[in-house]
Structures are given as structure tokens and as C-alpha cells.
T-cell receptor, first 112, second 111 residues
Framework: ETGVTQTPRHLVMGMTNKKSLKCEQH?????MYWYKQSAKKPLELMFVYSLEERVENNSVPSRFSPECPNSSHLFLHLHTLQPEDSALYLC???????????FGSGTRLTVV | GNSVTQMEGPVTLSEEAFLTINCTYTATGYPSLFWYVQYPGEGLQLLLK?????DKGSNKGFEATYRKETTSFHLEKGSVQVSDSAVYFCALKTSYDKVIFGPGTSLSVIP
């Protein structure tokens, strides 16, 4: 049990579908993050939420839409994705005063 | 800008061999430094960290020392096991609360 739970673990979606990834943490952390991990590429930070407010958006296409309704939950809403969006999407949380992140196991997304 | 550089992988070692994975960084100010490990099919796990110069982080037989003079944070383990096969990420955190990850180094340990 890592403390950060991501669902689903695997997702296959067509380019016209709409789906959502969910992340949940019960560690009392006040910051949450979405990362994209593609084969042979460095981890890409997508979004940062601190105290439920988005503090960073790293030029992510609008087909990815994050939502943080409270400090324990983070969503990534997906629509009209492209095949190159296929990747492992990782959620993480932290206390902003402590740099250590706790990661979830990720959602393996395949866009067909 | 801030960045992390790691040695290219993959690294293949025999069981009980000595492991070193090099990591150097570029940063303004005084970053905290981390090593994360990612086992197959899983997310990243924090392995160890050091928050100031000359600090040594250690966990599960792994060690790394924060060397400000050489801007390095090399990961070492005296005797690797097959179960250590994973991808290892060096990372730094600046005062702006953003963690920057290196590209990762894949380690395979063979019996």
C-alpha cells in the first residue's frame, strides 16, 4: 500500500472517447501532481495542485483537464486524445515543506 | 536552469556486485537531492534523500552523499541482489517546491 491509489490501472480508449483518471491519497499531504511517463523520455510534469489550487500547468494540451475537488482527490479528464498520448500517467502527493513525493502505481493509457 | 544528469543505462551486474550510478546536478541555491526507484509495473518510490551538503542518505543498503563541491549525488550499494533490478531516478528539489527528475538508469541484476 503506497498511500496513493490510482484507478484504473489500465485504460484503452479511442480517440473520440472521454475518460477520467482518478488519484486518491490519505496521507494528509497538501500538494498533488500529475506526471506523464513515456518510453525513453524523462518524466514530464503536467500539473501541480497546492492546497487544491492549480499552481502549475506545463504547457499541457487542453485535451487534458485536471480537477482537484479536495486535498485528497485529483482527477485527469481526457478527451479526443491522440495515439502519442499513450503513456503511463503517474499521480504523486507531498507535503510542500518536504520534498519527498509519494507516487501511485500509475495508469497505463493506450489510445487507439 | 536546474537539471539532473544520470549515467546512461542499462546497467547489468551480477548478483553481489558493487553498484554505482552516477548523478550530477545543476541548480541555483541549495537544493535537496533524492533517489527514487521504480520497479516493473509500479510507480516511483522514494529510496533516500539528503537535504544539505555532506549529508548521507541511506536505505535498504543503498547510500548517496550530497557533494556540493562536485555537484554530485552518486548512488552506491555494496552487494546488489536480483530484487534490486529496477529503474533508478536521481532528482532535486529547489526552494520553489518543484522536483526535477533525471532520465532514469535501468539496472538489471543477473543471478
Amino acid at each position: 500500500e503506497t498511500g496513493v491509489t490510482q484507478t484504473p490501472r489500465h485504460l484503452v480508449m479511442g480517440m473520440t472517447n472521454k475518460k477520467s483518471l482518478k488519484c486518491e491519497q490519505h496521507l494528509g499531504h497538501n500538494a498533488m501532481y500529475w506526471y506523464k511517463q513515456s518510453a525513453k523520455k524523462p518524466l514530464e510534469l503536467m500539473f501541480v495542485y497546492s492546497l487544491e489550487e492549480r499552481v502549475e500547468n506545463n504547457s499541457v494540451p487542453s485535451r487534458f483537464s485536471p480537477e482537484c475537488p479536495n486535498s485528497s482527490h485529483l482527477f485527469l479528464h481526457l478527451h479526443t486524445l491522440q495515439p502519442e498520448d499513450s503513456a503511463l500517467y503517474l499521480c504523486a502527493s507531498s507535503q510542500r515543506t518536504d520534498g519527498g513525493y509519494t507516487f501511485g502505481s500509475g495508469t497505463r493509457l493506450t489510445v487507439v | 536552469g536546474n537539471s539532473v544528469t544520470q549515467m546512461e543505462g542499462p546497467v547489468t551486474l551480477s548478483e553481489e556486485a558493487f553498484l554505482t550510478i552516477n548523478c550530477t546536478y545543476t541548480a541555483t541555491g541549495y537544493p535537496s537531492l533524492f533517489w527514487y526507484v521504480q520497479y516493473p509495473g509500479e510507480g516511483l518510490q522514494l529510496l533516500l534523500k539528503a537535504t544539505k551538503a555532506d549529508d548521507k542518505g541511506s536505505n535498504k543498503g543503498f547510500e548517496a552523499t550530497y557533494r556540493k563541491e562536485t555537484t554530485s549525488f552518486h548512488l552506491e550499494k555494496g552487494s546488489v541482489q536480483v530484487s534490486d533490478s529496477a529503474v533508478y531516478f536521481c532528482a532535486l528539489k529547489t526552494s520553489y517546491d518543484k522536483v526535477i527528475f533525471g532520465p532514469g538508469t535501468s539496472l538489471s541484476v543477473i543471478p
